[in-house]
């Protein structure tokens, strides 16, 4: 069974940093490219940004508002994902999905999401 | 604003049929696949359409998908209360170099 079980989140002021962490387990997660999702509280879905695997030299996308702020890394060893948030905005507070990605003919898209971890930036 | 365009709501009445619309444009869903995901109240979004009309397993074939041009549709027939959700459609945008999301549609089964 997939899982994926984000934690890290919390409260924090703006403009300081935060780490999240997504542990992966029952597939093989080095064959995977792993994003990250957030939501704002009662709002929609908003892509983070996007971490390949090592076939794809571990590349990495971002959406344009947290370029330059966010980073995306894994450690294929311990089947995790990561986030790190620097330099945070009262307008970063969601819940952070880790969400599976899925790429073969059939197109790339998501196809496991993780239960969410919450992140409130305030003061 | 998103840069896919749903309807922020439909409604119906159990047992009869509603279509979600997600339009877009050359850049995304013109020359992408189109998705679905189905975020229940209080929990996580779950893939329900893949490759614009494609169910995983354990998707009721209720639910079905398609895509012409530049819009995309989500149709969910014989409606049931536990269809109440809210709906996203989701594309990569070759312009921005990266996934877009509608803006969602929240599910009303009257």
């Known amino acids: 069974e997939v899982q994926l079980v984000e934690s890290g989140g919390g409260l924090v002021q703006p403009g300081g940093s935060l780490r999240l962490s997504c542990a992966a387990s029952g597939f093989i997660f080095s064959d995977h490219y792993m994003d990250w999702v957030r939501q704002a509280p009662g709002k929609g879905l908003e892509w983070v940004g996007r971490t390949r695997n090592k076939a794809k030299s571990y590349s990495t996308d971002y959406a344009a508002s947290v370029k330059g702020r966010f980073t995306i890394s894994r450690d294929d060893s311990k089947n995790s994902v990561y986030l790190q948030m620097n330099s945070l905005r009262t307008e970063d507070t969601a819940v952070y999905y880790c969400?599976?990605?899925?790429?073969?003919?059939?197109?790339?898209?998501?196809?496991?999401w993780g239960q969410g971890t919450l992140v409130t930036v305030s003061s | 604003q998103s840069v896919l365009t749903q309807p922020p709501s439909a409604s119906e009445t159990p047992g009869q049929r509603v279509t979600i619309s997600c339009s877009g444009s050359?850049?995304?869903?013109?020359?992408?696949?189109v998705h679905w995901h189905q975020q229940l109240p209080g929990t996580a979004p779950k893939l329900l359409i893949y490759?614009?009309?494609q169910r995983p397993s354990g998707v009721p074939d209720r639910f079905s998908g398609s895509k012409s041009g530049t819009s995309a549709s989500l149709a969910i027939s014989g409606l049931r209360s536990e269809d109440e959700a809210d709906y996203y459609c989701a594309a990569w945008d070759d312009s921005l170099s990266g996934v877009i999301f509608g803006g969602g549609t929240k599910l009303t089964v009257l």
């Open positions: 969400v599976r990605v899925q790429v073969g003919s059939s197109g790339v898209f998501f196809d496991y």
């Open positions: 490759r614009n009309n």
């Open positions: 050359s850049s995304n869903i013109g020359s992408n696949y």
